[in-house]
Protein backbone atom coordinates (compact mmCIF):
# COMPACT_ATOMS: atom_id res chain seq x y z
CA UNK A 1 0.00 0.00 0.00
CA UNK A 2 1.37 3.45 -1.01
CA UNK A 3 2.11 6.65 1.84
CA UNK A 4 0.21 9.01 -0.45
CA UNK A 5 -3.29 9.18 0.30
CA UNK A 6 -6.20 8.67 -2.01
CA UNK A 7 -8.67 11.21 -2.28
CA UNK A 8 -11.92 9.48 -4.27
CA UNK A 9 -14.84 11.82 -5.25
CA UNK A 10 -18.29 10.49 -5.81
CA UNK A 11 -19.95 12.73 -8.12
CA UNK A 12 -18.60 15.32 -11.10
CA UNK A 13 -20.63 18.24 -9.89
CA UNK A 14 -18.98 22.02 -8.63
CA UNK A 15 -17.62 20.96 -5.55
CA UNK A 16 -15.36 18.46 -7.04
CA UNK A 17 -14.45 21.07 -10.45
CA UNK A 18 -13.21 23.66 -7.60
CA UNK A 19 -12.13 21.58 -5.62
CA UNK A 20 -9.56 19.63 -8.46
CA UNK A 21 -8.76 23.57 -9.10
CA UNK A 22 -6.68 23.22 -6.01
CA UNK A 23 -5.50 19.41 -6.12
CA UNK A 24 -4.11 20.02 -9.53
CA UNK A 25 -0.97 21.01 -8.47
CA UNK A 26 -0.68 18.35 -5.56
CA UNK A 27 -1.72 15.55 -7.57
CA UNK A 28 0.89 16.79 -10.41
CA UNK A 29 3.57 16.97 -7.57
CA UNK A 30 2.20 12.90 -6.48
CA UNK A 31 1.09 14.55 -3.32
CA UNK A 32 -2.08 12.99 -3.36
CA UNK A 33 -3.51 10.61 -5.74
CA UNK A 34 -7.51 11.61 -6.64
CA UNK A 35 -10.36 9.44 -8.54
CA UNK A 36 -13.54 10.58 -9.92
CA UNK A 37 -16.29 8.92 -10.24
CA UNK A 38 -19.37 10.06 -12.07
CA UNK A 39 -22.55 8.30 -14.37
CA UNK A 40 -21.33 10.75 -16.90
CA UNK A 41 -17.78 11.81 -18.54
CA UNK A 42 -19.00 15.48 -19.14
CA UNK A 43 -19.73 18.32 -17.03
CA UNK A 44 -22.94 20.18 -17.85
CA UNK A 45 -22.61 23.92 -17.96
CA UNK A 46 -26.28 24.82 -16.45
CA UNK A 47 -25.59 28.71 -16.93
CA UNK A 48 -25.20 27.92 -20.89
CA UNK A 49 -28.33 26.52 -21.09
CA UNK A 50 -30.56 29.63 -22.21
CA UNK A 51 -28.03 30.13 -25.15
CA UNK A 52 -28.17 26.55 -26.16
CA UNK A 53 -32.17 26.57 -25.92
CA UNK A 54 -32.39 29.46 -28.32
CA UNK A 55 -29.67 28.31 -30.89
CA UNK A 56 -27.00 31.09 -29.82
CA UNK A 57 -24.59 28.34 -29.13
CA UNK A 58 -24.42 25.15 -29.98
CA UNK A 59 -25.46 22.13 -27.68
CA UNK A 60 -22.10 20.46 -26.76
CA UNK A 61 -20.73 24.06 -26.00
CA UNK A 62 -22.44 23.81 -23.09
CA UNK A 63 -20.45 20.40 -21.78
CA UNK A 64 -16.49 19.86 -21.22
CA UNK A 65 -15.39 16.11 -21.29
CA UNK A 66 -14.38 14.99 -17.95
CA UNK A 67 -11.05 13.91 -19.18
CA UNK A 68 -10.27 16.99 -19.49
CA UNK A 69 -12.13 19.06 -16.82
CA UNK A 70 -10.66 16.47 -13.86
CA UNK A 71 -6.85 16.32 -15.18
CA UNK A 72 -4.55 15.16 -13.86
CA UNK A 73 -6.79 13.05 -11.96
CA UNK A 74 -8.08 9.44 -12.85
CA UNK A 75 -11.78 9.59 -14.02
CA UNK A 76 -13.77 6.44 -13.88
CA UNK A 77 -17.25 6.44 -15.30
CA UNK A 78 -19.59 4.19 -13.53
CA UNK A 79 -22.37 4.04 -11.03
CA UNK A 80 -21.85 3.28 -7.93
CA UNK A 81 -23.22 0.23 -6.14
CA UNK A 82 -22.26 0.47 -2.98
CA UNK A 83 -20.26 1.90 -0.50
CA UNK A 84 -18.47 0.70 2.77
CA UNK A 85 -17.31 3.09 5.40
CA UNK A 86 -15.34 0.18 7.46
CA UNK A 87 -13.96 -1.50 4.58
CA UNK A 88 -12.69 2.57 3.36
CA UNK A 89 -13.76 0.84 0.01
CA UNK A 90 -16.62 2.05 -3.20
CA UNK A 91 -18.20 -0.65 -5.47
CA UNK A 92 -18.54 1.10 -9.11
CA UNK A 93 -19.77 -0.87 -11.82
CA UNK A 94 -18.56 0.17 -15.63
CA UNK A 95 -21.39 1.15 -17.85
CA UNK A 96 -19.60 0.41 -21.16
CA UNK A 97 -19.08 -3.49 -20.03
CA UNK A 98 -20.77 -3.67 -16.53
CA UNK A 99 -17.41 -4.78 -14.89
CA UNK A 100 -17.15 -4.13 -11.09
CA UNK A 101 -14.32 -2.03 -9.48
CA UNK A 102 -13.57 -1.93 -5.88
CA UNK A 103 -11.98 1.88 -4.99
CA UNK A 104 -10.34 2.49 -1.77
CA UNK A 105 -9.33 5.70 -0.34
CA UNK A 106 -8.28 7.84 2.70
CA UNK A 107 -10.66 10.50 2.17
CA UNK A 108 -14.31 10.11 0.32
CA UNK A 109 -16.02 13.58 -0.89
CA UNK A 110 -19.52 13.12 -1.47
CA UNK A 111 -20.66 15.49 -4.78
CA UNK A 112 -23.75 13.52 -6.28
CA UNK A 113 -26.02 16.34 -6.78
CA UNK A 114 -29.91 15.55 -6.32
CA UNK A 115 -32.96 14.09 -7.58
CA UNK A 116 -36.00 15.90 -8.29
CA UNK A 117 -38.93 15.46 -6.52
CA UNK A 118 -41.69 16.27 -9.43
CA UNK A 119 -44.54 15.22 -7.41
CA UNK A 120 -44.20 18.09 -5.07
CA UNK A 121 -46.78 20.32 -7.24
CA UNK A 122 -49.71 18.41 -9.16
CA UNK A 123 -49.67 18.85 -12.84
CA UNK A 124 -45.46 19.60 -13.33
CA UNK A 125 -44.48 16.20 -13.98
CA UNK A 126 -46.81 15.65 -16.99
CA UNK A 127 -46.83 19.12 -18.21
CA UNK A 128 -42.82 20.87 -17.57
CA UNK A 129 -39.79 20.16 -19.55
CA UNK A 130 -36.83 19.34 -17.13
CA UNK A 131 -33.85 21.21 -17.95
CA UNK A 132 -31.35 19.56 -15.38
CA UNK A 133 -29.19 16.95 -18.05
CA UNK A 134 -27.63 17.80 -20.79
CA UNK A 135 -30.24 15.30 -22.51
CA UNK A 136 -33.26 17.27 -21.07
CA UNK A 137 -32.19 20.28 -22.57
CA UNK A 138 -31.13 18.93 -25.73
CA UNK A 139 -34.69 17.56 -25.77
CA UNK A 140 -36.16 20.80 -24.97
CA UNK A 141 -34.48 22.54 -27.74
CA UNK A 142 -35.16 20.64 -30.02
CA UNK A 143 -39.26 20.33 -28.94
CA UNK A 144 -38.93 24.51 -29.24
CA UNK A 145 -37.07 24.50 -32.54
CA UNK A 146 -40.30 22.04 -34.21
CA UNK A 147 -42.32 24.43 -32.69
CA UNK A 148 -40.98 27.22 -34.46
CA UNK A 149 -40.72 25.18 -38.23
CA UNK A 150 -44.02 24.15 -37.37
CA UNK A 151 -45.26 27.45 -36.80
CA UNK A 152 -43.61 29.07 -40.07
CA UNK A 153 -45.45 26.77 -42.25
CA UNK A 154 -49.04 26.64 -40.27
CA UNK A 155 -51.45 28.80 -42.95
CA UNK A 156 -54.39 28.92 -40.56
CA UNK A 157 -53.63 32.36 -38.05
CA UNK A 158 -54.75 31.48 -34.87
CA UNK A 159 -53.12 27.74 -35.11
CA UNK A 160 -49.76 29.53 -36.31
CA UNK A 161 -50.16 31.76 -33.14
Known amino acids: MSDTPEVLFL ?83 RDLDDRAFELGYDHLVLDIGSVDDLSRYRGIAEHAMKLKDYWDCFHVRNHLFQMMELGEVETDPAMRE
Open 11 to 93: GGGYLTIYAMKELRKPVRNGEINVTIVDKNNYHNFHGLIPEMLVGRIKPTNMISPASKLFQPAQFFKATIDDISVDDRTVGVR
